[in-house]
Structures are given as structure tokens and as C-alpha cells.
């Protein structure tokens, strides 16, 4: 597994001190981040890949500083956002999937053979050919999780993947990330998701407030939340 680090990290938006002096260090395989909305979990997942730099303190990716090597750690770092249609960039499925590697340097062949094994994994082979922006919200989820995996990263953040979905469709998108191979960070207010997770982090105002095994740290957010 990777090591991601963050010293004595803090984020503002304008006057607003919205990460406060975090300092973690994160090695296990399934990490989930919870807490209050507007509580920095956000802010604090995009800072892995460098889709938001540190105010102050730095976060590393395996050593390398994210601040500095952005290009780098995205290429090992995939992110899941909330909306899949923010990440659906091309027009059919198997094409979406197929436009994470075209940095990767493979011939078209070993190309094709990756995207078909993806979109056989999350069940979406039958509809490699529509229009991806026409799927269901859960196929369009599993589509943003297989057109980050074809990539192979080392890590994949995922920023609340299951709140636009259906109690059915949530399920299943949560059974994928418990049993993804890939070390995962899930943000989340599905507390059950987190359940069978090695480490949930519990954030309040900026703050790490609760970091421990699910059982505890999810007893103590709700004690928090009431
Ligand atoms: N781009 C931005 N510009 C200004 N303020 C921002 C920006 N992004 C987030 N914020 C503010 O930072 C604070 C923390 O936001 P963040 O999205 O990290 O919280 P969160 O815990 O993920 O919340 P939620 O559960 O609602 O998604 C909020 O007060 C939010 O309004």
C-alpha cells in the first residue's frame, strides 16, 4: 500500500479556515473520511492528488511532495467524484473508459484487451457501445470507477460515490469499493459503506477529531453528530 502524510496541514478559502492543522499518516488498504457537512472532508481528499494545495503544511504521496509533483501522483492517484456526469468525457462507454489510457503508451491491442476486461468486471460489456451520458446514475458511477481502474492506480480517492444513487444502486457501488484491490479513500455519509473499512477519520470544523477502527470512529461520530 501506498503512504500518504500530511504535517501540519491547513487549507483556507479566503478568510475561511476550512482544514486545520492535520497531521496523519495513512497506510492501510480501505480509509474512510467522515463527518458534518462543510467539514473539510472534501478539501481534505482532494489534497491527495493535488486537486487542492495546502495553505500550509505539506501532504506527500508515497515521498513525493503533491504540492510539486501533481502530474505525477495523478497518474497513480485516480479520483471519483459525487456526479459521474462531471467525469463522462466521451461519448460512448467504451470510449470513456479507453480515454484514461491515452497517455499510457500501449499498443492498440493491449489497449482494447484492458478496456474490455474493465467493463466486464463492473458489468457494463452489453452497453460498451451507448451513450454514456444516457445510463443510469449507477451505471454511470461504475462507469467513472472502471474509467479510473483501467488506469491501474495505486490508489483511488472517492468523494461521497454513493449519494446521487438509489438505496439499491448505492448498495452495489459500495460492494465494489469494499472489494476493490486497490487501496481506497471514501469520503462518505453512508456510514454502513465505511463498516468494513481498515480506518475511519472522523473531521469536525477543519479538525481530525475521531481516527480509529470503524466500530469506534463511527460510534464516535455519531455521538458527535447526535
Ligand atoms: N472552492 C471553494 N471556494 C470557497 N470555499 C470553499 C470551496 N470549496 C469548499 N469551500 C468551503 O470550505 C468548507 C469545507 O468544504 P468541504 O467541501 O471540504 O466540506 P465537506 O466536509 O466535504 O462538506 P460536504 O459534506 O457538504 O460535502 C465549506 O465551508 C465550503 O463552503
Given at each position: 500500500?501506498?503512504?500518504?502524510?500530511?504535517?501540519?496541514?491547513?487549507?483556507r478559502?479566503?478568510?475561511?479556515?476550512?482544514?486545520?492543522?492535520?497531521?496523519?499518516?495513512?497506510?492501510?488498504?480501505?480509509?474512510?473520511?467522515?463527518?458534518?457537512?462543510?467539514?473539510?472532508?472534501?478539501?481534505?481528499?482532494?489534497m491527495?492528488?493535488?486537486?487542492?494545495?495546502?495553505?500550509?503544511?505539506?501532504v506527500?504521496?508515497?515521498?513525493?511532495?503533491?504540492?510539486?509533483?501533481?502530474?505525477?501522483?495523478?497518474?497513480?492517484?485516480?479520483?471519483?467524484?459525487t456526479?459521474?456526469?462531471?467525469?463522462?468525457?466521451?461519448?460512448?462507454?467504451?470510449?470513456?473508459?479507453?480515454?484514461?489510457?491515452?497517455?499510457?503508451?500501449?499498443?492498440?491491442?493491449?489497449?482494447?484487451?484492458r478496456?474490455?476486461?474493465?467493463?466486464?468486471?463492473?458489468?457494463?460489456?452489453?452497453?460498451?457501445?451507448?451513450?454514456?451520458?444516457?445510463?443510469?446514475?449507477?451505471?454511470?458511477?461504475?462507469?467513472?470507477?472502471?474509467?479510473?481502474?483501467?488506469?491501474r492506480?495505486?490508489?483511488?480517492?472517492?468523494?461521497?460515490?454513493?449519494?446521487?444513487?438509489?438505496?439499491?444502486?448505492?448498495?452495489?457501488?459500495?460492494?465494489?469499493?469494499?472489494?476493490?484491490d486497490?487501496?481506497?479513500?471514501?469520503?462518505?455519509?453512508?456510514?454502513?459503506?465505511?463498516?468494513?473499512?481498515?480506518?475511519?477519520?472522523?473531521?469536525?470544523?477543519?479538525?481530525?477529531?475521531?481516527?480509529?477502527?470503524p466500530?469506534?470512529?463511527?460510534?464516535?461520530?455519531?455521538?458527535?453528530?447526535?
Open positions: 500500500m501506498s503512504v500518504i502524510r500530511f504535517d501540519g496541514v491547513g487549507h478559502f479566503g478568510d475561511e479556515l476550512v482544514v486545520d492543522g492535520v497531521d496523519l499518516e495513512l497506510t492501510e488498504q480501505r480509509i474512510g473520511i467522515v463527518g458534518a457537512n462543510g467539514s473539510g472532508k472534501s478539501t481534505l481528499a482532494r491527495v492528488n493535488g486537486l487542492v494545495t495546502p495553505t500550509t503544511g505539506t506527500t504521496f508515497d515521498g513525493l511532495d503533491v504540492s510539486r509533483h501533481g502530474r505525477e501522483v495523478r497518474r497513480r492517484v485516480g479520483f471519483v467524484f456526479n459521474a456526469d462531471t467525469q463522462i468525457v466521451m461519448p460512448t462507454v467504451r470510449e470513456d473508459v479507453a480515454f484514461t489510457l491515452r497517455r499510457h503508451r500501449l499498443d492498440a491491442a493491449t489497449a482494447a484487451a478496456v474490455d476486461a474493465v467493463l466486464d468486471r463492473f458489468g457494463l460489456a452489453e452497453l460498451a457501445d451507448r451513450p454514456a451520458h444516457r445510463l443510469s446514475g449507477g451505471q454511470k458511477q461504475l462507469l467513472a470507477l472502471a474509467s479510473v481502474l483501467v488506469g492506480p495505486d490508489l483511488v480517492i472517492a468523494d461521497e460515490p454513493t449519494t446521487l444513487l438509489d438505496a439499491r444502486n448505492a448498495r452495489l457501488i459500495a460492494e465494489h469499493f469494499a472489494s476493490l486497490e487501496q481506497v479513500i471514501v469520503v462518505s455519509h453512508q456510514l454502513e459503506l465505511l463498516e468494513s473499512f481498515d480506518r475511519v477519520i472522523v473531521m469536525e470544523a477543519g479538525r481530525v477529531v475521531a481516527d480509529d477502527v466500530a469506534v470512529a463511527l460510534d464516535a461520530y455519531r455521538a458527535l453528530i447526535g
